[in-house]
């Protein structure tokens, strides 16, 4: 199983950027997925998760109502639309799937891709 996350960058605050994470090795529509972060000198933390035919989303109190997770089960694809970013939100970025411990799904793991938001 592979999770390639993408999008990563650096942004003003206030700003928008939309990860990409394309998954490979499993039948991706069987799967939940979801994102995490972890900022230097932190613990990893659940952000979203979505289920696996999108009906159902789960966001963590501080990114409600500015990051939204989607997916494209054609593509094998999960998304993560973050807008109005803070400084704060400066951290890697990691995909996650999986359909135990729902909605913090992480039976399978990408590699990070990292945002960082200028003040």
Same mark, same amino acid.
């Given at each position: 199983?592979?999770?390639? &996350?993408?999008?990563?960058g650096?942004?003003?605050a206030?700003?928008?950027?939309?990860?990409?994470c &394309?998954a490979?090795?499993l039948?991706?529509?069987? $799967?939940?997925?979801?994102?995490f972060?972890?900022a230097?000198?932190? %613990?990893? %933390?659940?952000?979203?998760?979505?289920?696996w035919?999108?009906?159902?989303?789960?966001? &963590?109190?501080?990114?409600?109502g500015?990051f939204?997770?989607?997916? /494209?089960n &054609?593509?094998?694809?999960?998304?993560l639309?973050?807008n109005s970013l803070k400084?704060e /939100?400066?951290?890697?970025y $990691?995909?996650?799937g999986g359909?135990?411990?729902?909605p913090?799904?992480n039976? $399978?793991?990408?590699?990070?891709?990292l945002v960082?938001?200028?003040?």
């Amino acid at each position: 199983v592979q999770l390639q &996350a993408c999008g990563g960058g650096l942004v003003q605050a206030g700003g928008s950027l939309r990860l990409s994470c &394309a998954a490979s090795g499993l039948t991706f529509s069987n $799967y939940g997925m979801g994102w995490f972060r972890q900022a230097p000198g932190k %613990e990893r %933390e659940f952000i979203s998760a979505i289920s696996w035919s999108g009906g159902t989303t789960y966001y &963590a109190q501080f990114v409600k109502g500015r990051f939204t997770i989607s997916r /494209d089960n &054609a593509k094998n694809t999960v998304y993560l639309q973050m807008n109005s970013l803070k400084p704060e /939100d400066t951290a890697v970025y $990691y995909c996650a799937g999986g359909n135990t411990n729902w909605p913090r799904v992480n039976d $399978y793991w990408g590699q990070g891709t990292l945002v960082t938001v200028s003040s």
